[in-house]
């Protein structure tokens, strides 16, 4: 019986990461700017797939549309995995992350996760994940610079997690935030050499981030 349910876990485990990744993997940036008629984002600013990006446009709508469609992907998938048990919330949370950052039908090459990441804390630890949302803003707002902005978020996410909920599921958290993080790594030489671009630039003045 044991055996049968630690079976039945990890099935609903590899299920559950598995939605999250398909999820995840839908390269909203993308599609947007180019049914907008803008082309392709990849060949825009930092090359990168999320709302930052797309903001180089010069578009602030199809930025905010971009925001809340890979933040909701990820928050869609734990509500969804949700009715299977908390294995599988936990299961799609990563997976939906995953599935952003490495999307197959991009040759791996995603975005940076921090929408999707948001996305995913205010659907599964919601006090949390409102905490990493005000971080990113606070900063922001003093710094404009979207990627020490993402840092920061993801730094205080898994604290937060800890504090208002349980060590238990900020190892999780903790996992997905040091992912995103090290997506950013070429950010962080920037911000450190001073070079890093703020909020807002457009295509022709953006510099990878």
């Known amino acids: 019986m044991d055996h049968f349910i630690a079976q039945h876990f990890t099935y609903i485990a590899l299920i559950s990461i598995t939605l999250g990744y398909l999820l995840g993997s839908i390269p909203f940036g993308l599609v947007i700017t180019r049914l907008a008629g803008l082309g392709d984002i990849r060949d825009i600013g930092s090359g990168n797939i999320g709302a930052t990006n797309v903001l180089r446009t010069g578009r602030k709508d199809l930025a905010l549309a971009t925001l809340i469609l890979d933040s909701g992907k990820g928050a869609a998938a734990v509500l969804i995995a949700s009715h299977w048990g908390l294995q599988a919330e936990m299961g799609a949370a990563l997976g939906s992350v995953l599935g ?35 971080t990113w803003a606070i900063t922001a707002a003093i710094t404009r610079i979207s990627s020490l902005s993402a840092i920061m978020a993801m730094l205080i996410a898994p604290f937060a997690t800890a504090y208002l909920y349980t060590p238990k599921w900020s190892y999780l958290v903790a996992t997905i935030a040091i992912i995103v993080i090290y997506k950013h790594k070429e950010n962080i030489k920037r911000i450190l050499q001073g070079t890093e671009p703020k909020i807002g630039k457009k295509k022709k003045d953006a510099q990878p981030s």
């Open 100 to 134: 952003h950052l490495f999307p197959v039908w991009l040759k791996f090459k995603g975005g940076k996760g921090v929408a999707t990441t948001l996305g995913v804390l205010l659907a599964f630890v919601p006090l949390a994940g409102l905490t990493a949302c005000v």
